[in-house]
């Protein structure tokens, strides 16, 4: 391990993989930007839905939009599968838009992380389905989610 490497490093071991997805979990309910950035490879290559996005300053870009829509923004991902420098990853989130409407989008992702730990690929699908504010599963304040918070499996989803 270097001092510039983002441990948990490739190979991944099941218990590595688990660590790895929530401290992604935390930097993305954390919604600081430039921090949430510094995971992925300067040149590292996503596609979000049916937006393909390319390297560090396009990453913060992209989620300085989302947050300014997606607000009240929360957060769960859970670990689906893993490989030597591969994960992946099923997750929820809950939001509204500016109008008070309610969503929850559920969604994978497959990452790939390069020698150092740094995310080099993400490919992200997701769906959003309406939801009433009463039926909000996700209320903890904003932030990291709390460790004895139920997860994506302990809540049915």
């Not at 600081?32 to 990453?59: C, H, M």
């Not at 838009?97 to 740094?118: K, P």
Request: aromatic share 14%.
């Amino acid at each position: 391990m270097t001092e510039n490497s983002r441990p948990p490093l490739p190979p991944f071991s099941y218990e590595d993989a688990i660590i790895k997805v929530r401290k992604a979990e935390d930097a993305w309910n954390g919604k600081q930007t430039e921090l949430v950035a510094l995971a992925y490879t300067p040149d590292s290559a996503w596609r979000n839905r049916s937006q393909f996005i390319n390297g560090r300053k396009e990453i913060i870009d992209f989620l300085n939009a989302k947050w300014e829509k997606e607000l009240d923004y929360r957060l769960i991902k859970e670990i689906w599968a893993h490989g030597d420098n591969r994960i992946a990853v099923r997750f929820a989130y809950e939001w509204h838009d500016n109008d008070g409407n309610w969503f929850r989008s559920y969604g994978n992702e497959n990452w790939e992380f390069d020698d150092l730990g740094y995310m080099c690929a993400r490919h992200a699908s997701i769906n959003d389905l309406p939801i009433t504010e009463e039926e909000r599963l996700f209320r903890w304040p904003a932030g990291k989610r709390p460790d004895d918070h139920p997860g994506l499996s302990e809540l049915g989803l």
